[in-house]
């Protein structure tokens, strides 16, 4: 069954501590993306990756960093630099390097910093 | 770079009646416009999208216009159901780098 796994689906983490969210698709996809989702903010682009090896930063990317080592796994570590890291964060995927295919989804990550 | 926007962000309709949502853009280089919708807890679905070459596209209930001298594109659903209710996003991308989405518009169904 083909698609986009995130986990975990809810995470909680002190402030001042790194935390990295997984995201792994088995669509065999090339362009992977992470958005962040606030409350009437929409879906905002934090990073995104074309191809394997190479990424980069979307809109709102202080704070976060991401990873291509794998063309199935783009995980995002939400560093301590991150003013306001509790969100939910989406990941993405579509086939073919230009943005003008569709979105594959994955659930999303629930992260709660305190 | 572009800039979507989107109205209105919130819009209710008694059941059996049309929605329309509206999205402008700012990159006169967009040739991609798809349609998300994504219902309360769940992730984000594409329900339809438009390309730069075409001025409308249906699919059953639902259809999507585009005009592109005024840089906006529409979301119509017809006779809607209790199942549409849920937040819309319309966005836009140019195919070179990245696909920039509207602050959304949720929709509710009113028995």
């Known amino acids: 069954d083909g698609g986009i796994t995130q986990s975990p689906k809810y995470l909680f983490r002190k402030e001042g501590q790194n935390v990295t969210l997984s995201c792994e698709q088995n669509?065999?996809?090339?362009?992977m993306y992470w958005y962040r989702q606030d409350p009437g903010q929409g879906l905002r682009l934090i990073y995104y990756s074309q191809i394997v090896n190479d990424f980069q930063k979307g809109d709102i990317a202080e704070g976060y960093s991401v990873s291509r080592e794998k063309k199935e796994s783009f995980p995002l570590t939400v560093t301590s630099a991150q003013k306001n890291p509790t969100a939910f964060y989406l990941c993405?995927?579509?086939?073919?390097?230009?943005?003008?295919?569709?979105?594959?989804f994955g659930n999303g990550t629930r992260l709660t910093v305190t | 770079g572009e800039n979507v926007e989107q109205h209105p962000s919130t819009l209710s309709v008694q059941e059996g009646d049309s929605a329309v949502i509206k999205c402008t853009y700012s990159?006169?280089?967009?040739?991609?416009f798809p349609w998300y919708k994504q219902e309360l807890g769940k992730r984000p679905q594409l329900i339809i999208d438009?390309?730069?070459?075409?001025g409308e596209k249906k699919d059953q209930r639902i259809a999507v216009t585009l005009n592109k001298t005024a840089k906006h594109f529409s979301l119509h659903i017809t006779e809607t159901q209790p199942e549409d209710s849920a937040v819309y996003f319309c966005?836009?991308?140019?195919?070179?780098?990245?696909?920039?989405f509207g602050k959304g518009t949720r929709l509710h169904i009113l028995p």
């Open positions: 966005a836009a991308s140019n195919g070179d780098d990245k696909i920039i």
């Open positions: 669509l065999n996809h090339d362009a």
């Open positions: 438009i390309r730069s070459n075409v």
């Open positions: 990159d006169s280089a967009s040739n991609y």
């Open positions: 993405a995927s579509s086939i073919g390097s230009r943005s003008n295919s569709p979105l594959h």
